[in-house]
């Protein structure tokens, strides 16, 4: 079976410019996550999809990011008016969510963000 | 404040011997610990986990032990072979909180 896959694999933005990052989880995992690593850090968590559940947008770092997922599958995860500090390494992990269990997560390849 | 701590950023060791990564933390409410390898330009991969109700978990070359009244967490890779060479990650939950926290990752060199 396929595994987590995102686009682009590699962007190259102007400061200032929107992007719009994709993620299309593995089929049938329930939950969804978005993750960065910037240069020489760990993998910092960003926004939660579970379900029907509202997302827990806690780890968003400022009202420039936001995400979405359409019909629980593919999430979008838009960088407005993108500044340099936003250059990282976007990655979207999903899962099997089921309660009472800690579920794996499964993380895809990656979108490497650079804004000029 | 870091919650989670690889304190080796690296890491090299001799092929055929054991390799040993470690990672610390603070934070008593985790109960749910994993290691991801990642290789460059590639997403983490998922090698093992642990859940604190025990303190050792095997799985072929790779162990896991868990320490909690320590915090503290590792990884055994024996034999270690050149394929392993990547960066280690340690990744940690709790509870409810299924978020996962990270340490910054030591990158393993394995020598043939």
């Known amino acids: 079976g396929a595994g987590v896959s995102q686009s682009p694999s590699n962007k190259v933005t102007e400061k200032g410019k929107d992007v719009e990052l994709r993620c299309d989880p593995i089929s049938g995992h329930t939950a969804l996550y978005w993750y960065r690593q910037s240069l020489g850090q760990g993998l910092e968590f960003l926004i939660y999809f579970q379900g029907n559940s509202a997302p827990d947008k806690s780890g968003l770092p400022s009202d420039r990011f936001s995400a979405e997922r359409t019909g629980g599958s593919v999430s979008t995860l838009t960088i407005q008016r993108t500044q340099q500090e936003d250059s990282a390494v976007y990655l979207c992990?999903?899962?099997?969510?089921?309660?009472?269990?800690?579920?794996?997560?499964?993380f895809g390849p990656g979108t490497r963000l650079l804004v000029l | 404040d870091q919650q989670v701590k690889q304190n080796s950023p690296s890491l090299s060791v001799q092929e055929g011997r054991i390799s040993i990564l470690n990672c610390d933390y603070t934070?008593?409410?985790?109960?749910?610990f994993l290691w991801y390898k990642k290789y460059p330009a590639e997403g983490p991969t998922f090698l093992i986990s642990?859940?604190?109700?025990?303190d050792k978990n095997e799985d072929g070359r790779f162990t896991v032990f868990l320490n909690k009244s320590a915090k503290h967490l590792s990884l055994h890779i024996v034999p270690s072979q050149p394929g392993d060479s990547a960066v280690y990650f340690c990744a940690l939950s709790g509870g409810s909180n299924y978020k996962l926290t990270f340490g910054k990752g030591t990158l393993l060199t394995v020598n043939p």
């Open positions: 934070n008593s409410m985790f109960d749910y």
């Open positions: 992990a999903s899962s099997q969510k089921r309660s009472g269990h800690q579920e794996t997560q499964y």
């Open positions: 642990i859940s604190s109700i025990k």
